[in-house]
């Protein structure tokens, strides 16, 4: 049984006090009931502290970013190495504003992908279409070339050991969110491809997320489906209450109910 995975994206958002405040809302908040991994994501320079506040606690905590060279003359990337250091369990690699705006390819995201594991880290993959690409029916054909790309040369014990975000670039930060239906077809077609390529027992382990516009009032709807093993929340998880509602409907749906 797959758990549900409930992550927070904190983006660009929070100095280090406003880091604290809303890690200990969360911890605060939360009853694990061990059927939902919660995992943060705060900004590099919050890593240590929230490292810290969380340390008692089954929260996991994630970097929104990472390079994939061990160590040497880039300046201003951050290394596993580093991220081990300070005590982060789990990288989002190939986030759709990185693709954007310092354009990561498939290619850099691969090499991340493999540099995360070597070093024990769980990528968090994120992928998804563009409006366009939705409207001109090629939803499909560009997430396969994404997680091709991502998956290149990876083992069937590598994938197992992914976290996959399906996040359609038009639901991010927009308020737009797809709808379960839609969200569902894409994440089945996600599982799909994962068992004709590394077969079924491999597809059955994966964590699919859905990311776009999650909220409190569309999570429990978007969880409840099959192939929804969880969401990856941007704006949603700045505040302690919207996202302890939204690990609230992960709890329920845990709980069997529908
Ligand atoms: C994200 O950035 O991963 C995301 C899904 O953002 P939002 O929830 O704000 O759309």
């Known amino acids: 049984m797959r758990k549900i995975v409930i992550a927070g994206n904190w ?51 994630a970097a929104q970013n990472m390079f994939y060279e061990k160590e040497g003359a880039y300046t201003g990337e951050i290394s596993p190495l580093m991220l081990k250091d300070v005590g982060v369990h789990y990288v989002i690699i190939g986030h759709s504003e990185r693709r954007k705006y310092f354009c990561e390819t498939d290619e850099g995201v691969n090499k991340k992908i493999k540099t995360a594991l070597e070093y024990s880290l769980t990528p968090i993959l994120c992928i998804g279409e563009s409006l366009e690409e939705r409207k001109s029916g090629k939803t499909f054909e560009k997430i396969e070339t994404q997680l091709e790309g991502a998956l290149r040369g990876l083992s069937s014990t590598d994938v197992k050991k992914i976290i996959i975000a399906y996040e359609p670039i038009w639901a991010i930060g927009t308020g737009e969110t797809a709808t379960p239906e839609q969200a569902e077809e894409v994440h089945s077609f996600i599982r799909k491809k994962i068992a004709q390529k590394y ?41 302690g209450d919207s996202f302890l509602q939204i690990i609230e409907a992960g709890i329920r749906v845990s709980g069997g109910e529908s």
Not at 14 to 25: C, G, I
Not at 31 to 56: C, Q
Not at 199 to 228: C, H, M, Q, T
């Open 199 to 239: 077969g079924n027992d491999v597809a059955s382990y994966a964590i699919i997320l859905y990311g776009g516009s999650v909220k409190p009032n569309n999570a429990f709807s978007l969880l409840r489906e099959d192939n929804i093993d969880g969401v990856l929340v941007g704006g949603a998880s700045l505040k």
């Open 11 to 61: 983006k660009m958002h929070k100095t280090k006090e406003e880091a604290l405040e809303l890690v200990n809302q969360i911890k605060a908040g939360f009853k694990d009931n061990g059927e939902v991994k919660v995992i943060v994501a705060p900004p590099f320079t919050s890593l240590p502290y929230v490292r810290e506040a969380l340390k008692d606690t089954t929260i996991g905590i």
